[in-house]
């Protein structure tokens, strides 16, 4: 009888991310324009935190400063960094990153996608930048109206691959 629960607790799961990924999709502008300062002033915090995770033999200080400002992500900063400087010493050297994508949902929030290519593996970084509608028209500075508020890395490369089949199976 736990195994069912189990395996219908499993079976959810997986429906929610799905669902969730479909919502993205439909709901997501596909890039932002180069002139956008948002998305300008962003990519300069997450171009600062992969040289803080480059430069370092720890890359606490490189969450810390991006999350400076972002509630409740204090107690996961030490558990991402050690799983970051794990991955670092099994990938090999520290290399470069490539943007990949952006999207926009709504006004107020942005992803974005990057690939980090160590020297023997890339790994997937994903981003995601949130400015609540009160900070929009706040007179600080961008970089304080944007927070992180989920920062994650995976080193699976199918989703990539996944997309590339179905644009291209997509076109007429």
């Not at 948002?38 to 803080?52: A, L, P």
């Not at 107690?75 to 400087?85: C, F, G, L, S, W």
């Not at 927070?147 to 890395?153: E, K, N, P, T, Y």
Request: glycine share 6%; proline share 3%; net charge positive.
């Amino acid at each position: 009888m736990k195994k069912l629960y189990g395996l219908l607790f499993l079976g959810g799961m997986l429906l929610f991310v799905v669902n969730y990924r479909t919502w993205f999709d439909v709901n997501a502008q596909s890039s932002i324009p180069s002139t956008d300062s948002d998305f300008i002033n962003i990519q300069g915090r997450i171009k600062t935190f992969f040289e803080g995770i480059n430069e370092s033999s720890s890359s606490e200080t490189a969450y810390r400063t991006l999350l400076q400002g972002t509630q409740g992500q204090e107690n996961v900063v030490k558990e991402i960094a050690q799983k970051t400087d794990e991955l670092t010493r099994s990938q090999g050297s520290r290399a470069v990153s490539e943007l990949y994508d952006v999207k926009r949902v709504g006004k107020d929030v942005i992803l974005a996608r990057y690939l980090y290519k160590y020297e023997s593996y890339p790994i997937v970084w994903y981003f995601t930048f949130y400015r609540s509608p009160n900070r929009a028209t706040e007179t600080a500075t961008p970089n304080n109206n944007w927070h992180c508020i989920g920062i994650r890395f995976d080193t699976s490369l199918d989703s990539f691959f996944k997309e590339a089949k179905e644009s291209s199976s997509s076109k007429p």
